[in-house]
């Protein structure tokens, strides 16, 4: 959409862009910064609220405790009668309003050796505090929890959450043994105990004002729900609550509690159907723990008012510079929409048009006077230009002949070289247009095949008319001549270059003898690299050298031979030095070790595989750094 629009049009789109990215960036960080600090408001607001619970249930317990304590004791300082016994109780639950009632439960016949079970009570009616003393053979209090683990234990304990049956009130108790001495023992003589209804300690923690706008989970130690608004029933177990609503999060939030973990972490409640934070962890001594949940809406709310704040500011901002860009990119490219102009008229070909050009210094200035240059130039290059054109594309199809004269003169791998007895691939990929390697391969008689892979020195047009000419001398000489090694061969095709070069280039190059019957091979080599020669087994040798010069450096030069046979399923790999001395963009050559190792791992592969391979890993590694010619023959005994 903005190719076909003007500078200042994109100029006003382009700052546009990068302001409103600017804005959402700016509005995204004030987001997220001002959410992690509300959150963190929220975390101190929750950490605060269970601390003031934490205090106000220490302080409940502690002063339960030492009340509970301190009528123990007054039972083992002296030995009361029933009226102030019953007074002291009474008056423990007249004086402290949390206490919904108090007791003394005496061991069987500790109080009376003819009555098995005493226990004298206060506790709270509608008409005020009722005393009962109980005397009987088979009221056996003995059993209930806070009798039975104090009894047990000997020690102070808190029970947990309990449906009281003479009242049907949920109550907790705290039991404090107490003893009399027996010729010099201590001796277990009950229990004294205070009784609490949950009634009045839920309404203790409702005071807290932050339980107004949240909610809050209190568990005893064994996971009995102490205080929540959604329980029917407050004594009943979390676990089993959570498993009659089909709420397993809250199961696993009350085994996380009485297990005292503690944990501050964003997630949904579906008791409430709203995500918010949640805050858990211990209260008090009695191993309860505390859960907070604060709803997030309060804190989206006062999110969205603060963003809305941000984005109208930011947009007002962006509105304005708007509409001051607008107005400076008007006047500054209205010399620019005139160039603009006078260029598309000089683009219709009418390079006599006029540009209007200015004494300015500015960038604009100095650009029209260029144009206005470059129109003269034009004018002169279009002339030179019509000369060149015809000489380029003379020379550019004479190379295009020259590059399909010398690809059709070099042989192909028809049914003539295909055989039970032998498999054979080769591949040139040149440089250049045309190329200064060349391979070739001919039968000699019905069982000899000559073998040619040579590098012209060079590149190009002069070192492809070479190459031409040294394969045609290589092969009439073994065409035409009888019992010659290939050592004597590329001496005579040496003298016969040496005569005729006067270009001072040469080349390098091995001539092969193969018996496709018996494998025999005879070669020799011309200042050409090593050749690879993989064994049955799958090993690499490097061979070939053989300290012979170049073909066409001097004339009379003797050419050693060396002979070996090639067993059954080995292979001769032929190549030129576009490959092994291939670089990469680093200038490191691709290397003989790299040829051997892949021909060590690609040995049972068919040739033409190993061959394009090869060829494909040398020009990955060259990267379009291309270097030389490459050129790569394989022979197979089969």
Known sequence: ??????????????????????????????????????????????????????????????????????????????SYEYETITHILTSIVYTHPQIFGSSVAFAPFAYDKKVKFCSINAFETKNGIKTIKNLSDSDDYTKEQWYSDVANSKIPCWTEPYVQKSSNKVMITYSVPFFTDNNGQSEFTGVARIDISLKWFITVIEGVDAFRTAYALILSKEGKMIYFPYAQNICQSVFEYAKAVDKPLLADLGRRMIAGESDFSYMYSP??????????????????????????????????????????????????????????TARLTYPIRRLTHSVRVIGRGK????????????????????????????????????RTTAEKESYETELKIAASIQHSILPVIDDRFKSELYELYVNLVPAKEVSGDFYDFFFIDGETLAIVVADVSGKGFPAAFFMSMAKFAIKNICKTTKNLSPGEILGIANNLICAEDESSMFLTCYLMFYNIKTGFLKYANAGHHDMVHVLSDGGVEEKGILNNKPIGFFPDEKYNDKEFYLQKNEIIALSTDGIVEAPNKDNIQFGSEKIAAHFAKNCKEPIRTIGDSLVKNVLEFEDSHRFDDITLLILKRT
């Open 1 to 78: 959409m903005l190719k076909n629009r003007g500078i200042a049009f994109k100029l006003n789109a382009m700052i546009l862009t990068v302001s409103v990215l600017i804005l959402i960036i700016a509005l995204l960080f004030n987001y997220y910064s001002t959410k992690k600090l509300l959150v963190e408001e929220l975390r101190s607001e929750a950490e605060l609220t269970s601390k003031i619970a934490t205090q106000d249930i220490e302080f409940f317990f502690e002063l339960s405790e030492r009340i509970a304590k301190t009528l123990a004791k007054l039972m083992e300082s002296d």
């Open 271 to 328: 008791l409430v159907k709203k995500t918010g934070w949640i805050f858990f962890g211990p209260i008090g001594k009695e191993g309860w723990s505390m859960a907070i949940f604060l709803p997030d809406d309060k804190l989206n709310k006062d999110l969205s008012q603060l963003n809305f704040i941000m984005f109208s500011i930011s947009l007002s901002g962006v509105v304005l510079l708007m509409v001051l860009i607008f107005l400076i």
């Open 351 to 386: 390079l006599d048009a006029q540009i209007k050009t200015t004494n300015n210094n500015d960038e604009v200035g100095v650009l029209t006077r260029s144009f206005e240059d470059m129109r003269t130039s034009l004018i002169n290059y279009i002339e030179n230009l019509k």
